[in-house]
């Protein structure tokens, strides 16, 4: 099979946002406890973080952080995790049904995150609270000093504000399983008037609005379409949500549905698009409202255990999905896909990072490892820099039982200027079939291959449970000739030029 791409320096698509590689951090499950703190673990520091996931989401080069959620965040109440640890109460979390020691609160957060060289995406509550509950936390954050909250920041050991920038209107007001879950007319008039009062107490936040939580829920559309006509002049962002499962395993073709999910990803992106520039021209406003795809990833191998957990522990086994191979190629698939929409997505969260849904693994006997996700997210978080160019690559597609015209080859190629690298990202969904790949550079003087490697050749369903972490991109053996090369069936390629 042939498949080829044309690269084209001055063909730009957009610059990359960085905070288009960002993850996400709930309060749940063991995500915080025995995830990212675990005061009692060999390797935790004077804070009680986990050095050794520290070390692992600083591999993944992660920029941002959303926080504290999720479903979680719509009963939360911020206060419970600040000051003297020895004072903060245990409360029930009614979306999880867990309990919550508030052992790690919003203190904790910021420093964590600073450890890990990443900035908050801060959410506040929309669910069981509002407009006060908002300006309050941003006055704590926020506020420099001279006022009750911003003064108690400073006696919980916070001198200097958190500057915290980038906030989420609420999470999942669309979803009947939401704490405080509403219509679109009553979060639109709520989130309106509480990012009005969050920009009264610094006006440089940028505010996410929540879209759909799906594009399945029978809102879509209408939610996106009523909230910005209300909220259009207060919010930056709009946010989208999907997860993506495999369900048919008894039939061999599920796998060609499976990979070309990419496709329902580009849909919905688009789709939302076009609502907020339909919302923009009836508005005949000359702002453009752009995408936070504040939560993503396959999610569905812990869903029959999820159901077997008994409620009221502190940090249990909750969505601690496994990852096998093809959910590495579908999330490479995927993060080419926002790569392409990196015109208007702007900020995307993997969501999440440490055992909950996440790339990386922390286990019963102290030990930490690496699901087969964490290669992909990790290589185009740290090689996907500079530009997205325009995508040129032509190869024969397939039909799938939900999906037309899916291309075997999925391909997206950055520049980075300032290093003079060009990086191809590059997946062949063919199961059986070798791709010959041909890169064309036209009028780009290109020296050298600077690295290639390949992901490839492992059982689909394989994992790497147990820590044995035997799924992993290994270095190519490239062709002589650097502009041609041989994709393998079933294959995650990364190929960086100079
Ligand atoms: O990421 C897991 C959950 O998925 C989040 O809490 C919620 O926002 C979404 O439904």
């Not at 002049?233 to 499962?245: F, I, K, P």
């Not at 995307?348 to 849904?357: D, R």
Request: hydrophobic share 35%.
């Amino acid at each position: 099979m042939q498949g080829s791409t044309k690269i084209q320096i001055q063909d730009v698509v957009a610059p990359i946002d960085r905070r288009l590689y960002g993850s996400f951090i709930e309060q749940l499950g063991r995500a915080v406890y025995t995830g990212i703190y675990q005061p009692d673990h060999p390797t935790a520091d004077s804070d009680g973080f986990r050095t050794d996931v520290i070390d692992a989401v600083k591999t993944l080069n992660v920029p941002l952080i959303r926080y504290p959620g999720g479903n979680f965040l719509s009963q939360y109440r911020w206060e419970d995790g600040i000051g003297p640890k020895s004072q903060r109460p245990v409360r029930l979390d009614l979306a999880w049904r867990e309990l919550e020691t508030n052992q790690f609160g919003l203190h904790e957060f910021m420093r964590w995150a600073d450890k890990v060289n990443a900035v908050p995406n801060m959410a506040v509550n929309l669910g069981t609270r509002g407009i006060q509950a908002a300006a309050d936390l941003v006055e704590y954050c926020n506020f420099p000093k001279g006022t009750y909250l911003s003064d108690l920041r400073r006696q919980n050991g916070a001198e200097h504000p958190f500057a915290i920038k980038t906030w989420c209107l609420g999470n999942e007001m669309d979803g009947p399983w939401e704490i405080g879950a509403k219509s679109a007319g009553e979060y639109a008039h709520l989130a309106n008037e509480t990012a009005k009062a969050m920009r009264r107490v610094d006006d440089t936040l940028e505010l996410v609005a929540c879209g759909s939580s799906s594009m399945d829920n029978p809102t879509f559309g209408n939610w996106e379409e009523t909230v910005l006509d209300a909220c259009y002049d207060n919010v930056d962002y709009l946010s989208l949500h999907r997860y993506y499962g495999y369900y048919n395993d008894d039939d061999p073709t599920e796998l060609d549905n499976f990979l070309g999910k990419n496709h329902d990803l580009d849909d919905f992106i688009k789709g939302v698009v076009a609502m907020c520039d339909a919302v923009k021209a009836r508005k005949r406003s000359t702002k453009t409202i752009n995408l936070s795809f504040d939560e993503w990833n396959v999610w569905y191998h812990s869903n029959d255990a999820d159901t077997q957990v008994t409620p009221w522990q502190v940090g249990p086994h909750l969505l601690e999905d496994i990852y096998n191979f093809e959910d590495a190629l579908l999330i490479g698939s995927l993060l080419m896909t926002l790569l392409r929409n990196a015109d208007r997505v702007k900020i995307a969260c993997l969501a999440q990072l440490v055992n909950v849904i996440a790339p990386i693994m922390t286990d019963e006997n102290g030990g930490i490892w690496r699901q087969s996700i964490f290669y992909p997210f990790m290589q185009v978080a740290n090689y996907g820099q500079g530009v997205v160019l325009t995508d040129h690559s032509t190869s024969s597609t397939y039909n799938s039982r939900e999906f037309t015209d899916v291309a075997y080859l999925d391909t997206v190629t950055t520049y980075d200027a300032a290093t003079q690298t060009v990086t191809v990202f590059a997946e062949n969904k063919h199961q059986t079939e070798t791709l010959d790949f041909e890169l064309n550079f036209g009028e780009l003087m290109i020296d050298r291959l600077l690295d290639a490697t390949q992901f490839y050749g492992y059982d689909v369903k394989a994992d790497n449970r147990d820590g044995h972490m035997q799924l992993q991109p290994l270095p190519a053996r490239t062709d002589t000739h650097h502009a041609n090369t041989k994709l393998q069936p079933l294959s995650w390629n990364v190929l960086r030029f100079k």
